[in-house]
């Protein structure tokens, strides 16, 4: 995987680890007061309208709803590709949780402000693709 060093980079595996180590404050930081969190883009189970998340009071509720149930998220990434203010990653984010682990395959964007802040994550994955690779733990 690509691993030079990119702003939208940095940030998204600063956020990667706040995420593994199950820290929302340090999470929360990394973004923009008005940024927007799609995951996965469109109608889901965490967005029924498909607005996503704008705001960080938005941010943090999808967060208790979406990430700290789980017992663990990793992420599977096979490679980025930075442009502009922007990476892409390609790959899987591996969850746990009840007994059952999840792969969410798809690609994922990160855009980042001058200040190196998030202002958007867009997670492209498919729920019915990913509740087929549910399995016991």
């Known amino acids: 995987m690509t691993t030079a060093p990119h702003p939208a980079r940095t940030a998204s595996q600063a956020l990667h680890a706040a995420v593994r180590e199950r820290d929302k404050d340090a999470w929360l930081a990394l973004f923009a007061a008005d940024a927007l969190v799609e995951d996965p883009v469109g109608p889901s189970h965490f967005d029924p309208d498909g607005a996503g998340h704008r705001g960080l009071d938005a941010i943090s509720a999808f967060w ?12 599977q990434f096979e490679d ?3 442009c502009g203010n922007e990476v892409a990653f390609t790959g899987k984010v591996h969850s746990r949780s009840g007994g059952q682990v999840l792969d969410a395959e798809g690609v994922f964007v990160y ?8 202002v958007a994550v867009r997670a492209f994955w498919e729920v019915e693709r990913t509740m087929r690779t549910m399995r016991p733990a």
């Open 111 to 118: 855009r980042v402000d001058e200040e190196g802040k998030i």
């Open 64 to 75: 208790d709803k979406a990430i700290a149930p789980n017992e663990s998220i990793e992420f």
């Open 80 to 82: 980025s590709f930075a």
